[in-house]
């Protein structure tokens, strides 16, 4: 079996917390080919696509210890076809690149790719949560999203509470999540002139300030639909996000009752748009987002609550592959059986 990473720079990894580097180790330690490759490294020649890839030399030894495998790890230079390999696993960090998924469109019959690049396009920014409907609905904190500074502004005004959350369509990060406040609305149309931007460039949601959320969110990791793994991520008392690059410190989390019920309405719809491993990040019962390039948290989860969560999201991805094969070979074989009529 052969797999390509679509990922940020090998260099660029922290080794003793990187989600991506534990399933990359995963996948060595299983002798399997591992290839890495970055968007930028993708070419198309003749119409077939190719990658630059750094290539796992075979001769690597794979340390059980993550930080050693990472310093020892030695790669060949090569320019592959990325039709050859069996699943790409993508990997790279927000915001996606469109033009990648173009280069991956032409091999997505012949490669596993997770996550699916339609799912990806769907799944882009903050308006996939928004636009879930049914079972799901329950579990979304009211939205809205516009570009109209108008819009926003009754939308404030009209709020229940005096608090509301704004943030960036297409933010990640935590960047440019801020609290505002009915209360304390002076500099407001400011705030949305530079959140929209020249030329109505830009859509801004405000949202439902979610109560609990001083006490920290839940970051699920959820794989073909079921919840694998998850813990809570505590604010510093000087910021309103919780994510880690923002100061939030990883606490051990069971999953309630009401979370369980969020993953179950949610699961079937995320299978179905090819969102194979998603993080959801959810205050008090109620998703705020889904995370769908390169969701991480797998290293602290791991500690956390003492498992491997890249053994089961690798297992996950050799059973599609073989599956897949299994009807390729069948497919051969009946396409054998009408050959050999023929020549009867
Ligand atoms: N509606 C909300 N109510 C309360 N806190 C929120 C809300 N939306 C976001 N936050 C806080 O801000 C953090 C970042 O918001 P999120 O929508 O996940 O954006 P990002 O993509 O930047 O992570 C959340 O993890 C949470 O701590
Ligand atoms: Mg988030």
Known sequence: MKICFLM?????????????????????????????????????????????????????????SIPSFYKNA????????????DAIIMRANPPLDTTALNFLDSVRNDVFIMNDIDGLRIANNKLYPASFSGEAARFIPVTHVSKSQEYLEQVLEESATDQMIMKPLAGYGGQGVIVVEKSASRSFRSLLDFYIGRDQGNYVI??????????????????????????KRVPSDKDIRSNIHAGG?????????????????????????????????????????????SPGGITRINKLNRVKLQKTIIDFVENVVSTREMVIERKNNFRKVIEDAEVI
């Open 249 to 293: 410190k990883e606490v051990k989390h069971v999953l309630t009752k009401e979370e369980k019920a969020l993953c179950k309405a949610l699961g079937p719809q995320l299978v179905r748009d090819g969102l194979y491993l998603v993080g959801l990040d959810v205050i008090n019962g109620k998703l705020i987002e889904v995370n769908v390039l």
């Open 74 to 85: 030695d790669f060949k230079r090569c320019k592959l076809p990325l039709a050859g390999f």
């Open 8 to 64: 940020y720079p090998w260099d660029r990894i922290e080794p003793e917390t990187d989600s991506t580097l534990r399933l990359i180790h995963e996948v060595a330690s299983r002798h399997i080919t591992v290839a890495i490759t970055t968007p930028n490294s993708l070419t198309i020649r003749d119409s077939v696509a190719y990658a630059y890839c750094n290539v796992l030399k075979k001769s690597t030894k794979v340390s059980t």
């Open 206 to 231: 405000l949202q439902e300030y979610v109560e609990g959320a001083s006490e920290g969110d839940v970051r699920i990791l959820v794989l073909n639909g079921e919840p694998i793994g998850a813990m």
